[in-house]
């Protein structure tokens, strides 16, 4: 049994080819926008680790709290023997759900599915040191796409898409995703979802734009991705962040505001942007939830929903669901 094994489900030149198409569709839209998986180049996973640690960004914190108190609950409940993860593993929550699975004695084999192959080899690395024994199989793959989860792991699986990632996807993707993730489980499987939750406007949006500037430049780091693969003329010093709350959909939208009328060339797509003074391009949603909105939509896609588990001050949710 080898420790650590590495499957790419991307063609090599999957992020050019990826990011080329989301900028010509993203910048020649009426409403300019960009998908947010290209903040995270490695200056822009650098800044998102330290947003986790920001006062204002509790998401984190809250869920890490949920999986402390109930990870022996969820890992008796899945009685899983792999654990997969939608995203790299690096964080110290796989850890909790590892600990509880090894205790429990179920625990075999762990998957990572995360775009980066670095992330994964490096969360590998570590894994197989600390967990002797365990099977590792990095998945490099962009699961909003398409998932291939490997099938000669062990089952029952339990899936962990945790962090309030859901929320990136707008409602018709997230129930394209939800139910292509249904149609990978089989009975005895379970997914263990992170969705962060509808509260006070004021605290949502200081979350997404914290007053040390950090998420400001999390946001404006996506610039310096295109300047680099496309070569573009971005100045990030030409845009502002800005973090609004809608409530008609219930998300946080994070944009860039042109300061002024600007013209920014992409040599990379044959294309030149014009950005109207006080424009604004939106780079991420993320949308927060309701207990029985998280409910509608799994039973949606297919998914009962078992457990439901919130931090001491409600702020995010944990779901277990079945297929
Ligand atoms: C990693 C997608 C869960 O939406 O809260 C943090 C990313 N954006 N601050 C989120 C993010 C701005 C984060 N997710």
Do not use: C
């Not at 569709?25 to 490695?42: H, Q, S, V």
């Not at 899983?80 to 205790?103: F, I, N, P, Q, Y």
């Not at 010093?237 to 600007?262: C, N, P, T």
Request: aromatic residues 8%.
């Amino acid at each position: 049994m080898t420790a650590f094994e590495l499957t790419r489900l991307l063609p090599t030149d999957h992020f050019a080819q990826a990011l080329r198409s989301d900028v010509r569709r993203g910048l020649t839209a009426p409403a300019k926008w960009l998908p947010p998986k290209w903040f995270y180049d490695k200056r822009g996973s650098e800044l998102f680790e330290d947003i986790t640690r920001l006062p204002e960004y509790y998401p984190t914190r809250a869920e890490r709290a949920i999986l402390t108190a109930r990870a022996g609950e969820i890992a008796a409940a899945s009685q899983a023997r792999t654990l997969v993860e939608l995203g790299s593993g690096s964080s110290e929550k796989t850890r909790l759900l590892l600990d509880a699975l090894r205790e429990l004695g179920t625990l075999e084999d762990y998957v990572p599915v995360d775009v980066s192959e670095s992330a994964l080899r490096e969360a590998g690395r570590r894994l197989t040191l600390d967990y002797p024994g365990l099977a590792v199989h990095g998945v490099v793959n962009d699961f909003t796409a398409s998932l291939g989860l490997p099938h000669e792991v062990h089952s029952p699986r339990l899936v962990a898409f945790l962090g309030g990632t859901l929320g990136n996807l707008a409602p018709d993707e997230r129930a394209a995703f939800l139910r292509a993730l249904r149609d990978e489980l089989a009975p005895g499987d379970a997914l263990l979802l992170g969705t962060d939750l509808v509260k006070d406007p004021r605290v949502l949006v200081a979350a997404y734009d914290d007053a040390a500037g950090v998420t400001a430049e999390f946001d404006k780091n996506v610039l310096n991705v295109l300047n680099r693969e496309l070569d573009a003329d971005f100045d990030p010093a030409g845009f502002q962040h800005r973090a609004y709350w809608d409530a008609e959909h219930e998300w946080i939208e994070m944009r860039l505001r042109s300061v002024k009328a600007q013209r920014v060339a992409i040599p990379g797509v044959s294309l030149t942007v014009e950005f109207a003074a006080g424009e604004e391009m939106r780079t991420e949603i993320s949308a927060k939830f309701r207990q029985a909105g998280v409910a509608a939509e799994l039973a949606a896609a297919g998914f009962r929903l078992r457990h439901w588990w919130t931090d001491p001050e409600g702020r995010f949710g944990l779901s277990l669901a079945e297929p």
